[in-house]
């Protein structure tokens, strides 16, 4: 077998290529580039970059910690905030949030390093195995937690530092949610977010029952009896579907699927991709999907995107990312037809779009990609059932400022509620201030009462 | 082109820069160096009586502090003399100067605070054909403890009677080397002039400990787990040295006796300010020990364009250019009256001006404007003070403007008054000097 084989095949690149392909992205900060990179944060009052970020960690305060020799201290004001501040610091667009609002781009065009710096103290501190909190003295109550994923493992941990005990469901084997099934190979190496997962539930107090899927194993309703409260992060479970013709075509793949597959893959080599790969989308997962396949060996990997290279959800970052690895970007192009030969994707037939009094529309130009396989990234959608009557907008849970749904006694945050940001780090924020709204309502003694009718 | 070329007191040299006594200077195979690398001038570095040499400590002998990126802002030793036998010293000295007839070449001296002591050495000194002496009273370690180095000159009557011995037994110009390390820097200088020295040379090291190991506790640099005071030099020291200087250049008692600056000279600027407040040239070890020797084409350059853009001929156009500005906070105009201004252009909005002034100063500066993140000087709190200039990241971005004569000053209500008027004769000085009436 070789690099060049047609078709959809493993073992494409030499043991050497896939270990040095699936390395660390930013690999962390040595001591000396962590004290030059700190050393140019101002310390700015009312710093802009705390504010953009959405769990609001004290970054002027964590940086000059990191100046002053003191990595530890700096950890402990990251995972005030954040107790996920280590898989943030690897995943955050942080060129949309901390370090766009950095007021180094405005005199030099390039922001503080703060994202490299938070992994540079947390993992500092995670390394020692350096816990800052410990729980407080037992509250009696029991919280549920559905989902195991950075909203869950949030609320989950700021319950148990407020003396609170928790129960955690989550349908798959390994706790992490995306963080472990969803997030680019290179950007958590060394099993990182499973390493997180245990940091955080050394606390104690958190039980996480595996294989344990909200309407197959169990309904809220069974939990809302048996708990003091319940928060919901069950994030978006399902996919957006293609609906053209050949969409059932051995070759044509969730982009989510795949990523979860070569996260868990041992072997990098035993994952097979196609010579040539075509992937629909313009997010995030479109751009991790098809950097991917480059580093899986494809020949030709390309992005089609059915808007303009300005609306793509992927940031400016991310898309320089593709294209420095080689990923070709198209835009304007929605699919119209996957091509079979011998009942495997041999191509896609895409149309040209444009945008005609502020709708879509196909220009009936048409053309052929050839392909072996076709991943599909355009988005993913809630999907649970076993929830009762809980109300929701817009296909996702809706919930007040403090997290709290339209049942009593039922907390929800992350990707599945109304306004979700499909961010780790919003999702974190989203999970730890439920938890304080928990506590505060569990502290009152009272009911907790509904947000909305 | 700028005429760079130095004259001090008779010395000549191709340009003002000249290093100063210290490890650069110990001995021909780094003189030479220097002198390839274009400085005009060296101070070999201290000579003792002739003997055993002394001896140095074996572990380090520097300390330092640092600013971003590790860039050193200052330096501390504990080193002394030369530890090399004496005539060694002088052979090099001598050959070093006949390979190098056009550049300064000055031996810098302590011995005993004894007249046989100095009468022995000099004319040994005078013997390699050096352009001068330095007469070293400012170390402030180790010699000092033996009676010599600062010791010597923190005393002003031993300063004039060394003096007075050199000048009696050499016709090699005189250059007295001052020690910081003492309240009234104008005493040992009008001592030194007393004794008839023909110029001072200042500052030497400053008295210092650098740092504390924290995990020892014992102060850096750390000898076998103990420190001692060493000197302090490099970029930290200049606004003390260039003070003194400015004291002796406008002490009336001193004024125009030669002066060699020193003191955290880095840069051709750091050079010209020194000899804007009266020094005819300056002495350089921790830049040179920083970055080597090759630091002096940026100093030659540097000064020798800056004078060409402002239309300055010689040094002669520059030294002591500065001295008749330099006054007693008495003499201040109290009816200058200026306000920050913020060029919002420039402003990047880190919010450090608004914080430092609203924390520990006037509360003058908004940080927030009609639901904005706005940062501006609100000028009826603002009294002037520059604190927001100084702690301003960006260069240029916060300005002080003055205000006009006759202007209104919204802070006091009152309109600025055209006239020069100071604490000698405001009302609120219980001392105030009546107006002639």
């Known amino acids: ?453 | 082109m700028a005429d760079i070329r130095n004259n001090f007191v008779g010395i000549k040299s191709p340009n003002p820069f000249w290093l100063a006594s210290a490890p650069p200077t110990d001995k021909a195979y780094n003189v030479e160096r220097a002198f390839k690398a274009g400085w005009g001038g060296v101070v070999w570095k201290t000579l003792g009586e002739e003997g055993p040499p002394v001896v140095n400590v074996n572990g380090p002998r520097y300390g330092a502090i640092w600013g971003a990126d590790r860039r050193l802002l200052g330096l501390n030793n504990i080193e002394l003399i030369t530890d090399r036998d004496l005539y060694v010293n002088l052979r090099e000295m001598k050959q070093v100067k006949m390979n190098w007839p056009d550049r300064a070449l000055i031996a810098s001296i302590m011995v005993p605070c004894e007249e046989e002591s100095w009468k022995a050495i000099l004319p040994l000194v005078e013997e390699t054909g050096a352009d001068g002496i330095e007469l070293n009273f400012g170390c402030p370690h180790g010699m000092s403890e033996r009676g010599m180095g600062a010791a010597v000159g923190q005393v002003p009557e031993y300063i004039e009677m060394v003096v007075r011995w050199c000048k009696q037994y050499t016709r090699m110009p005189v250059i007295t080397k001052l020690t910081p390390n003492i309240t009234d820097i104008r005493k040992p200088a009008r001592a030194a002039k007393a004794g008839g020295t023909d110029a001072v040379s200042l500052i030497n090291t400053i008295n210092s400990i650098v740092s504390v190991d924290l995990d020892n506790f014992a102060p850096n640099p750390t000898v076998g787990g103990k420190g001692t005071h060493g000197g302090y030099c490099g970029p930290a020291v200049k606004p003390i040295a260039l003070n003194m200087v400015a004291e002796i250049a406008r002490d009336p008692e001193t004024y125009g006796l030669p002066i060699s600056g020193i003191g955290g000279v880095t840069t051709w600027r750091d050079a010209a300010e020194f000899l804007a407040l009266g020094a005819g040239n300056v002495q350089v070890c921790t830049a040179a020990m920083t970055y080597g020797f090759k630091i002096v084409e940026e100093m030659i350059t540097g000064l020798s364009d800056w004078m060409d853009a402002k239309g300055h001929r010689s040094l002669d156009d520059i030294t002591g250019r500065a001295v008749p500005n330099v006054t007693d906070w008495q003499y201040l105009n109290l009816n200058y009256i200026a306000k920050a201004h913020i060029d919002q252009d420039a402003c990047i909005k880190c919010g450090r001006c608004h914080i430092a002034c609203e924390d520990t100063s006037h509360q003058a500066i908004t940080s927030f404007v009609d639901g904005v993140r706005h940062f501006e000087v609100m000028e009826d709190e603002c009294v002037g003070c520059n604190l927001c200039v100084n702690v301003c990241p960006v260069e240029n971005c916060i300005s002080m403007v003055a205000l006009d004569a006759g202007a209104l000053d919204q802070r006091t209500g009152k309109n600025v008054d055209p006239n020069y008027a100071n604490w000698t004769t405001h009302p609120n000085n219980p001392m105030a000097r009546q107006a002639a009436e």
């Open chain 1, 1 to 453: 077998m070789g690099r060049l084989d047609t078709g959809i095949k493993a073992s494409r690149l030499s043991p050497a290529e896939y270990a040095a392909n699936f390395s660390d992205l930013h690999p962390r900060l040595e001591n000396h580039e962590a004290l030059v990179a700190s050393d140019r944060c101002y310390f700015c009052y009312d710093a802009p970059c705390m504010t953009a970020c959405p769990t609001s960690i004290d970054i002027p305060l964590f940086i000059r910690q990191i100046s002053t020799g003191n990595p530890i201290g700096a950890a402990n004001t990251i995972f005030d905030q954040n107790i996920l501040g280590g898989m943030c610091a690897r995943v955050c667009p942080t060129e949309t949030l901390c370090e766009q609002a950095c007021v180094r781009n405005t005199a030099e065009h390039r922001p503080v390093e703060i994202g490299r710096l938070q992994r540079y103290a947390t993992d500092i501190a995670m390394e020692q195995g350096k816990q800052f909190y410990a729980r407080a003295a037992s509250s009696g109550k029991r919280i549920a937690v559905i989902g195991a994923g950075p909203a869950g493992l949030a609320a989950a941990h700021r319950l148990a530092v407020n003396g609170h005990s928790v129960v955690i469901f989550d349908a798959r084997e390994k706790a992490g949610g995306l963080n472990e099934y969803g997030i680019a190979t290179y950007k958590s190496t060394d099993d990182f977010a499973q390493r997180e997962v245990d940091y955080v539930l050394s606390i104690g107090g958190i039980e996480v029952k595996h294989g344990q899927k909200l309407g197959r194993d169990f309904n809220l309703a069974d939990l809302t009896g048996e708990f003091d409260a319940v928060f919901l992060g069950i994030g978006l479970a399902g996919v957006n579907a293609l609906r053209t013709e050949g969409e059932e075509l051995e070759g044509v793949v969730d982009a989510v699927d795949f990523i979860a597959a070569l996260r868990q893959a041992g072997d990098k080599g035993s994952v097979e991709i196609g010579r040539r790969v075509v992937v629909i989308g313009g997010g995030m997962t479109a751009v991790d999907a098809a950097v991917q396949a480059k580093l899986l060996g494809a020949e030709e990997v390309t992005i089609c995107y059915r808007r303009g290279k300005e609306h793509m959800n992927a940031s400016e970052f991310e898309q320089d990312l593709a294209a420095s690895k080689g990923v070709i970007l198209r835009h304007w192009l929605a699919p119209k037809k996957i091509i079979a030969r011998d009942g495997r994707v041999a191509g896609i037939e895409v149309e040209y779009t444009e945008l005609s009094e502020g709708r879509l529309v196909g220009t009936g130009e048409t053309g052929v990609i050839a392909t072996d396989q076709v991943f599909k990234a355009i988005g993913q959608t809630f999907e649970a059932s076993g929830l009762g009557h809980l109300a929701m907008e817009g296909g996702r849970i809706v919930v007040d400022a403090d997290g709290r749904t339209s049942m009593p006694g039922v907390w929800a945050g992350g990707d599945c509620v109304v306004g979700g940001e499909d961010l780790t780090v919003a999702a974190v924020a989203n999970g730890r201030d439920a938890a304080e709204s928990i506590h505060r309502a569990l502290l009152a003694g009272a009911q907790p009462t509904a947000a909305v009718a």
